[in-house]
């Protein structure tokens, strides 16, 4: 069974530019959400992806945009980067939209540590 | 407004002593909490959950305490060991949300 891998671990942009992220989820996981963990901090949920559909988002700006293609992986867009997007990225994924109370229990990747400057 | 609340950022704890993870809430609506442990370089991993209609749940030395009328879970290891130096979230949701609310974690150091 594959976990959820994302790409890439690390990278650096500057202030105003635009990045993608990627995760592909659990093999038979069809939800995928996105948190934004900053240094020091709890991760804090961007949103969530069931059947290609954004389906919740957290309190993030319309900068933060995302895809869920049909064999369920993700991507996650930034647009106009900021100094305060530096943080680590994670992905999780899980088998059902009902969430963790409704054992859609969440499996995470090892997350994309993005730094702007 | 930090609705799920860690107050001890670390916390160091002598192997196979027992190891206590404290954790609050504000949001009276969240009905399910869960741990999750986090080494270097990895991504969370869940632990142990517990529903508002419980008080307790054990799993193997992981047990997790839930009061409600105070709004505080608490995680209990015992006995520590060496792997379990980690970083550990408590989280939480309610019913059918698919977000969920973390804690800023707290970091345990298991003492050989």
């Known amino acids: 069974e594959t976990g959820v891998t994302q790409s890439p671990t690390h990278l650096i942009k500057t202030r105003g530019q635009q990045v993608t992220l990627r995760c592909s989820s659990q093999s038979g996981h069809n939800t995928v959400s996105w948190y934004q963990q900053a240094l020091g901090q709890g991760p804090q949920f961007i949103f969530q992806y069931y059947r290609e559909e954004e389906n919740g988002r957290g309190n993030f700006p319309p900068r933060f945009s995302g895809l869920q293609f049909p064999n369920y992986s993700s991507e996650l867009n930034v647009n106009a980067l900021e100094l305060d997007d530096s943080a680590l990225y994670l992905c999780a994924s899980s088998a059902t939209s009902a969430g963790p109370s409704g054992t859609g229990e969440l499996f995470f990747g090892e997350g994309s540590r993005l730094t702007v400057l | 407004d930090q609705q799920v609340k860690q107050n001890s950022p670390s916390l160091s704890v002598q192997e196979g002593r027992i190891s206590i993870l404290n954790c609050d809430y504000t949001?009276?609506?969240?009905?399910?909490f869960l741990w999750y442990k986090k080494y270097p370089a990895e991504g969370p991993t869940f632990l142990i959950s517990i529903s508002s209609i419980k008080d307790k749940n054990e799993d193997g030395r992981f047990t997790v305490f839930l009061n409600k009328s105070a709004k505080h879970l608490s995680l209990h290891i015992v006995p520590s060991q060496p792997g379990d130096s980690a970083v550990y979230f408590c989280?939480?949701?309610?019913?059918?949300?698919?977000?969920?609310?973390f804690g800023t974690g707290t970091r345990l150091t298991i003492i050989p």
């Open positions: 949001n009276s609506m969240f009905d399910y």
């Open positions: 989280a939480a949701s309610d019913f059918g949300n698919e977000k969920l609310t």
